[in-house]
C-alpha cells in the first residue's frame, strides 16, 4: 500500500495547487518514483490512498496506464483517514497475505525485497523499519528487537506496551510489512494513527525491529530534504 492522501502542509506553497504525491523529484512525481520502486522488487499490485487534489493522482494514473501494473484506488476523499483508518478502509484488499506499507513521501534505497523476506521468516505480526537518527518520536525495542513502546522526545511521553529491561529508541522509517492479522487489533474509530494500532498489538504480539542504517533515507515532505532528495534521486534504483 500507498500512501498518498496526506495534505502536503509542510511543503506549502508546492501543495497549494497538487498532492503532496506528485511533487517531483528529479522530474518524477514521489508516486511514480514509489510504484517504479515496488515494481523493481517485483510487486504488481498496489493499493494507493487518495485525498488531497485527489482527481489529479486518478488522471495521473490514467494518463500512464497505471504504469503496467495492478492499481487499486482507497478513496478519502471525503474524509482523511490518517494512516490507521486508511489502512482499516483498505482491509478487504490485504486479507490474504503479508504486505508491505509505504509512505509516498519516503525516498529511500532500502532493499524491500529483504526487508519483507525478514517478514516471512521470523513471521511476526509487523516488521517495521527503523534507523538511528535524530527526531522528536522514537519507537522503543527490547533487547531482542521487539516493540516494546514508544516516546516523545521533548515532551517526555513514554507509552510502554512490553516492559523490558532495556529500551533501545529508534526512528521509524516509513516502510514497514504486516501480516493480515493487524487488522484484528483496530479500532472501531474511522481515524486513527497505525502507530497506536502497533502499541495495542505489542502488548501480546510480536512487531519487530527492521534495522537499515547504511541506506539512504529522506523524508521528502520536508522542503529542506527536497534539495537533497534532487542529488540522492540517481542513488534510487527504479523499475
Sequence with gaps: MLFAAGLGTRLRPLTNDKPKALVEVGGMPLLEIAIRRLM?????DIMVNIHHFGQQILDFLEANENFGVNITVSDERN?????????KKAAWFFQDAPFLVHNTDILSNIDLRA?????LLEAPLATLSVRKRQTSRYLLFDDGGRLSGWCHARTGEERICRPAAHYHPLAFSGIYVLSPGIFSYMPDEEV?????????AGQTET???????DSLWLDVGKPAALEQAQEAIGEIALG
Design 40 to 44: 523493481y522488487f517485483g510487486c504488481r
Design 79 to 87: 474524509q482523511l483517514l490518517d494512516t490507521g483508518g486508511g489502512l
Design 115 to 119: 526487508l519483507f523476506q525478514a517478514h
Design 192 to 200: 486513527f494513527s497505525i502507530i497506536d494500532v502497533f502499541l495495542q
Design 207 to 213: 512487531l519487530l525491529a527492521y534495522r537499515h542504517d
